[in-house]
């Protein structure tokens, strides 16, 4: 059983925690001051404050701020800003929609288990079974399955957290600049033919390939989403499911705000799903050489960013 194993553990840690409680209560506490004597203290500060002269310091705002040690000035010149260009809602739905379809097929390459060699069966775009899948393998002592989910969670997060050091004040709707979308989209175009080559040279037989296709939807997932303030979620449609039952449910009642997002929504969804329908038949033809199709892909996204920026 799991939880025995345990035992020794958790009573080290209760003898401990008990330790540390009868420390702290048997510390010497500091001896409250006496009203009087804190009146007086009071009147002592009060007087030394009054006594205090106002300082006569002028501060010349208009001249320039030249930091200790010496060095150039900054100026408004010297200071330039990369070119941004503002896209609309209907390009942003239409990127999104070639990205969901892109997560779709990655999901359904690496979910399929024709890449594997003993047929693992992981979900790259997604980690909500990773998160569950990881518990019941340290609850049944499995610990290879949980290490393996384990392995999936970080390596998504981990995309997420590149998108974000790449670009981490971003404009909603707004892309281009060398500094913003373009790396991270090369980033994980390199990643899925790391991908790629990994799954041919292993035979399926290292894993490896679906922990750097996950960290690329962490990369393109984060990347649609802040940019978009939310509006396309390219991976994970879990919460994209929810939101198209409930704005359904809304419209149906009456209330068509979130008309628009519900369309959006659905042709997201379904983007998505079209691209696991396609990959199955891609990657029994193709097999690893597979993956080198979102290669292409995010190479295509880092590129057109750059000739905006142009």
Request: with cysteine; glycine share 10%.
């Amino acid at each position: 059983m799991f939880y025995p194993k345990f035992a020794p553990l958790i009573a080290a840690l209760l003898l401990f925690f008990g330790d540390l409680v009868a420390v702290s209560a048997s510390s010497p506490v500091a001896p409250r001051k006496s009203p009087a004597r804190r009146r007086s203290t009071i009147s002592t500060r009060r007087t030394l404050h009054s006594s205090k002269l106002k300082s006569t310091r002028s501060i010349n705002s208009g001249a320039p701020f030249i930091a200790r040690g010496g060095g150039p000035v900054a100026t408004s010149a010297s200071i330039t800003a990369s070119k941004t260009i503002s896209i609309s809602t209907q390009t942003a739905v239409l990127c999104g929609c070639a990205l969901a379809f892109n997560s779709g097929f990655i999901n359904g390459a690496c979910l399929s288990g024709i890449l594997s060699s003993d047929s693992t069966k992981q979900a790259a775009a997604a980690v909500t079974g990773a998160w569950t899948n990881s518990a019941l393998g340290v609850a049944s002592g499995n610990y290879d399955q949980a290490k393996f989910n384990a392995k999936c969670l970080g390596s998504y997060f981990s995309g997420s957290l590149v998108a974000s050091l790449i670009n981490p004040n971003p404009v909603p709707f707004e892309v281009g600049g060398a500094d913003k979308v373009s790396p991270a989209f090369l980033i994980g175009s390199l990643l899925m033919y790391a991908s790629s080559s990994v799954a041919k040279k292993s035979g399926g037989s290292d894993t490896s390939f679906i922990y750097l296709a996950a960290v690329a939807c962490g990369i393109q997932n984060s990347i649609t989403s802040v940019l978009t303030q939310n509006l396309v979620r390219s991976a994970h449609f879990s919460g994209i499911t929810s939101d198209i039952g409930t704005f359904l449910g809304q419209a149906l009642r009456g209330n068509k705000q979130n008309v628009e997002k519900l369309r959006v929504f659905t042709l997201l969804a379904a983007s998505f799903w079209i691209g696991g329908l396609v990959s199955f038949s891609a990657t029994t033809t193709y097999a690893s050489s597979t993956l080198l199709f979102s290669s292409a892909l995010f190479l295509a996204f880092a590129i057109g960013g750059l000739v905006v920026a142009c």
